[in-house]
């Protein structure tokens, strides 16, 4: 069974131009345009832009999900490799997070304990770390 692109959009809840834009970085074939009328996209292709759109939301980017699709079933060790370094990637991002909101958390403590009308202790510290990089170290 074969729909339209504007039938497949709406069916795997992504826009006409999402479902474009997948053609062009290749996650998903461009059936060619009869003489006159309308690409007919396979049904199937409505699971597999689900499965893009789901990989997204789980951290990966189109590259990634690129050669997941690749790889396919037969190749299981493959897709764990790639998903076991992505999870190191967000684990990384959660503890560089975490220092990040520790520096914003003693800024705000430190606005919050000065009772300057002059100025504002958050701006003026971090002012003062970006002309002086190392006392942020």
Do not use: W
């Not at 079933?73 to 520790?102: E, F, P, T, W, Y």
């Not at 430190?110 to 002309?131: A, M, P, V």
């Amino acid at each position: 069974m074969f729909i339209t692109i504007g039938k497949l959009a709406k069916k795997a809840n992504v826009t006409v131009e999402t479902i474009r834009y997948y053609q062009r970085k290749g996650l998903l074939c461009e059936p060619e345009k009869p003489a006159n009328g309308y690409r007919q996209y396979p049904i199937d292709d409505i699971t597999r832009i689900r499965f893009i759109k789901h990989v997204q939301q789980c951290g990966f980017t189109l590259k990634e999900i690129s050669e997941l699709l690749f790889l396919d079933n037969g190749h299981c060790q493959d897709v764990q490799k790639i998903a076991k370094q992505k999870s190191q990637q967000i684990n990384q991002q959660i503890k560089d997070l975490i220092v990040l909101q520790n520096v914003l958390d003693s800024l705000i403590e430190g606005c919050q304990g000065s009772q300057s009308t002059e100025g504002c202790s958050f701006i003026d510290t971090i002012f003062s770390q970006s002309q002086n990089p190392e006392s942020s170290n």
